[in-house]
C-alpha cells in the first residue's frame, strides 16, 4: 500500500510547474495567421487572397468535375481496399507520376534511371529530398531564389542543411533578375544544390524563359551544380502540361542528375488529400535501385508509407484517356480564368489612374501576382477594407472572381494614394 508521504510527494509533483514550462511560444505561421484573421472577421464583403487555393466566382472551394467522378467510382469499387502501402507508394502511381513530369518517351525512364516514391504532397516530397540529401550528398549548402516560397527554407534546415541565396526577383522592373541570378550561381562551389521552380515561382509569379532556362542549364552542368526542382505548378503557367515542364525535361534530357519534386495539390485541387512525388534521376539503372532503397529508409522513420486515396483518385486519372481528357480541359479553363482576371484587374487600376506601372500584373504568370505593395499598404487594406493576403504583397489571383475585382481595385487604390474610395 502506498504510503501517506508518497502520495504527498506525487501530489505536490503534479501540482509543480510543468515540464515544459521554458517551452517559447512560437511564432505564427504566416500564411495561416493570414487564414484565421480572415475566418475570424465578421465582415460580409472580407476577400481571402493569401494562401495559395483556386476558388469558384463564389469564393467557394473548388472540386474537379473529374475528381468528383473518381471519387465515386472508387466508392462503388468493392475490390478496394484499406491495406497498408509499401514504403514507397503505389507502384502505378509512381510510373504515371514521372511520366506526366518527363515525359512518356523519356531516355531517362525507358532506362530506368529513375526512382521515384509517393510522398506528402510537395512539401512532404521535397523534406525527403532534403533528408536524403543531408544524408548521402557531399555538398550541404542548398541555394534559393531570392524571394521563395516561404515554406522552403524549413525542408533544409530541419534536415540540417546550410542555405544560401541567389538573386532572381528585380524590384524595380518586378522581373527576372537574370543576370543577377546566373551572377550568383556562377559564384556557387561545385556541387551545391540550387533550388528551382519548375514553373508559376512562388511568391513573384516571375519564370524565366526556355531561353534562359537553358543558359541556366549549362550553368548549371558546367559548375557540376545539383538541381532540384519544386514541380507544384505543372500545368498552371500556360494549361499545357508538357510546355510547363520543359524546364525540368531540358535538364533529364542532357543526361544528367536532378531531383524533382511533384504535387498534385493545384493542378487537380487535391489540397487536403496531400498527395506528391519525389523523384531522383540517375545516372544509371544500379544507381537509381541504390537510391530508392536509401529514401525508404528515410520515409519509413517519417512517416512509414504513403496514404492511399488520394494517390487513387490521381491514378484513376492520370490512366485513364478519357478522363486525363476531361482534366486537362478542366485545367486550362482553370488557367484561362486566371489570365482574364489578371487582365481584368489591370484595366480596373488603370482605369482608376492609380499610380505606378501595373502591368507587370499582365506579364507575371501563374497562380501568383507580386503586386509590389508594401507591407503597411498591406496591412492598410486589411484594416480598411478587410482584404487579407501576404504582407510582402503576394495576390492569389486565383482567389479573385470578376465580382471582386473592382473591390481590390478600390483598395489598391487607396493604399497608393491614401484616399479611400
Known sequence: MESLSTKEATSKDCNGDSVFENVVRAPDVPVYAVMVAYSKDPSPVKLNLGIGVYRTEDGKPHVLNVVRRVEKLLLDDVSATKEYLPITGMAEFNKLSSQLVFGADSPAMKENRVTTVQCLAGCGSLRTGADFLAKHYHQHTVYLSQPTYGNHPNFFLAAGLALKTYRYYDPITRGLDFQGMLDDLGSAPSGAIVLFQACSHNPTGVDPTLHQWEQIRQLVRSKGLLPFFDNAYQGIVSGSLDMD????????????????????????????????????????????????????????????????????????ILKDREMFDEWTVELKAMIDRIIHLRKQLYDALRDRGTPGDWSHIMKQVGMYTFSGLNTEQVAFMTKEYHIYMSSDGRINMAGLSAKTVPYLADAIHSAVTGIIL
Do not use: W
Open 245 to 316: 515542364a520543359q524546364s525540368v525535361r531540358m535538364f533529364v534530357t542532357d543526361g544528367g542528375e536532378c531531383l524533382v519534386a511533384h504535387s498534385y495539390s493545384k493542378i487537380m485541387g487535391l489540397y487536403g488529400e496531400r498527395v506528391g512525388a519525389l523523384s531522383i534521376v540517375c545516372k544509371t539503372a544500379d544507381v537509381a535501385k541504390r537510391v530508392e532503397s536509401q529514401l525508404k529508409l528515410v520515409i519509413r522513420p517519417m512517416y512509414s508509407n504513403p496514404p492511399i486515396h488520394g494517390a487513387a483518385i490521381v491514378t484513376a
